[in-house]
Structures are given as C-alpha cells and as structure tokens.
C-alpha cells in the first residue's frame, strides 16, 4: 500500500468550514483517481491537519498529480486548500508499507 500524506496548519476560523468540505467535497474526488481510503487528522491543542489517502501498490505518484492536473473540477479543489481555507506550511510526504 502506498499512502499520500499532507500536513498543513488551517487558520482557527477556517477549520469548520474545511473539515466540512473534506468530507462532502475532497473525500468523493479523491475515490475518483484511485484512493481506496482516505482520512483526516487533527493534531490536538493545534492547528495542524493530517490528510492521508492510501492505494494499492501498484499506485505511481506521478501519474496521480497528472490526472488531477488535467481534471479541471480537481484542479479546482486543489486549490482551496490555500485559496478559501488558507493552509499555510503544506508538505507531502509519500509513504510506502514496509511490513
């Protein structure tokens, strides 16, 4: 299994809103390029958000970011990450399963 990893840090004020539309807008787009799972985390007392999809192991990172770069519905929703809910300090991590 390989998993996709984004940590970022979401304003206070925005991270109702952002939680919301993970779950009725993000989560769906993502089963659309092949997550099989996929889920959000807070780190407590912080604003620090976890987001970690997970495929199958024949998964190729680069050909994810193509297809969502040609779809213009996800481009589009890659961008409200920092444009309408203001994460700041993004970093991707991509995470293989060793055992």
């Not at 997550?35 to 407590?44: M, S, T, V």
């Not at 007392?45 to 050909?63: H, P, Y």
Request: some cysteine; aromatic content about 14%; overall charge positive.
């Amino acid at each position: 299994m390989k998993v996709l990893q984004w940590t970022m840090t979401i304003p206070e004020k925005r991270q109702e809103a952002f939680v919301a539309w993970f779950k009725e807008k993000a989560a769906p787009a993502f089963e659309k390029f092949g997550a099989i799972k996929h889920g959000l985390y807070k780190e407590k007392n912080k604003n620090v958000f976890i987001e970690r999809l997970s495929f199958v192991d024949c998964f190729e990172v680069k050909d994810f970011f193509a297809e969502v770069k040609a779809d213009p519905e996800a481009r589009k929703l890659s961008r409200m990450y920092e444009g309408d809910f203001g994460a700041r300090n993004v970093e991707l991590k991509i995470l293989e399963k060793v055992c």
